[in-house]
C-alpha cells in the first residue's frame, strides 16, 4: 500500500467510476483497475463491486475508504507542519541563574526588546542563592551564572570554579553601598558607616547552611546586627526595605524601569573592599549568540550604573 494507491481509491469514490477517474489522473483505466486489484489482494477483501450501472463500493471498500481519507489527511498535515517548521526560524533558547541583581532582569529586558517580532524563544531567569547559580551552570540546567566576588571571598570562590570546572569572566568592581528607604533616617547622608547601620534592621537573602563566603551581601565580620531580616525574593526584599527602617548591603545599583524612587544607595566608606560582578560558564563551553548578546546587554546595563557618580541610573 502506498499514498498513492489511496488517492487513486478516494478519486474513484469521488467520480463514481474508474474511468472518468482514470482520466482525472490522467492514467490508463487498466492500470488504475490493476491498483484497485492489487490492494484487494495485499488486504484480502473487496473494494469495489462492478454492475451493469457501474461500480459500488462494499462494506469493507466503505471501511476502506474511511481509513485511507484518514491516512491522507495525517499525511497532509504532517507535510504541511514540518513545511512550516522549515518556513520559521530556529527557536532561541537562553537559561540564566543569577544572584538577585537589578542588572540581571534589565539586561533580560534588553533582549527580549531587541528580538524581532517574528522570533521563536524560551527565556529562563532563576533567580536562587548563591550555591545554586554555581549548581545551575554546573549541570547545564543555566547556560550562565551571574554572582559576585568579594576581596574577602575571592580565594574560597575561585576554588569552587576550579573545582566545579567552572570560569569566572569579571565585569566591574564596585564600591558596597547601602541599599535604604528614601525616608529612612539616613537617608540624607553622601555616605555611611557600618557603624552607622548597626542599630536599623539588616535584611538579607537566605543562604540556609551555606557557608558564608557564598553570601550575595558583603562579608564584613563586625556587621552582627541584633535586628536580621532573611528573605529569598528580591521583591520581599525591596518591598521591606522601601517600608522600613531595614537595610541592605549590595553593588548600589538601582535601575529606573525595574525600581521605583522609594529605595535609593548610599555608599559604604571604610576598608570594607569591592564587589567584583561577574558571570560563570562551563570551562571550553561555546557560547552561543544569545549567550554573547545578553552578556553585551549586561555589559550596557552596567555601563549606564557606572555613568552615574552615585550609582544610581
Known sequence: MTLQQLKYI????????????????????????????????????????????????????????????????????????????????????????????????????????????????????????????????????????????????????????????????PFFDFPPHAYISSRHPLSSQKELTIEQLLPYPYIRYEQGSDPAQLSEEVVIPKVYSQKTIYVTDRSTMLSIIANTNAYNLGTGCLLPRIVGPDVISVPIKGPVGTMKIGWVKRKNAAMSPEMTKYIAYLQDSLNKVMSKSDYVS
Open 10 to 169: 478516494i478519486e474513484i469514490s469521488k467520480c463514481g467510476s474508474i474511468s472518468a477517474a482514470a482520466n482525472k489522473l490522467f492514467i490508463a483505466q487498466p492500470s488504475l483497475s490493476k491498483v484497485v486489484k492489487d490492494l484487494e489482494e495485499e488486504f484480502q477483501i473487496k473494494i469495489l463491486r462492478r454492475n451493469r450501472h457501474g461500480i459500488a463500493f462494499t462494506p469493507e471498500g466503505t471501511k476502506f475508504l474511511h481509513f485511507a481519507n484518514h491516512v491522507l489527511e495525517a499525511s497532509n498535515t504532517m507535510r504541511d507542519y514540518f513545511a512550516k517548521e522549515r518556513a520559521m526560524p530556529e527557536a532561541l533558547h537562553l537559561s540564566i541563574s543569577s544572584q538577585h541583581y537589578l542588572f540581571a532582569v534589565d539586561g533580560l529586558i534588553s533582549f527580549i526588546l531587541n528580538l524581532p517580532d517574528t522570533a521563536r524563544y524560551t527565556l529562563r531567569i532563576h533567580e536562587v542563592r548563591t550555591s545554586q547559580v554555581i549548581q545551575d551552570v554546573l549541570v547545564q540546567r543555566s547556560q550562565i551564572g551571574i554572582l559576585y566576588v568579594s576581596d574577602m571571598t575571592e580565594q574560597f570562590m575561585h576554588r569552587t570554579f576550579t573545582k566545579n570546572g567552572l570560569e569566572f569572566v
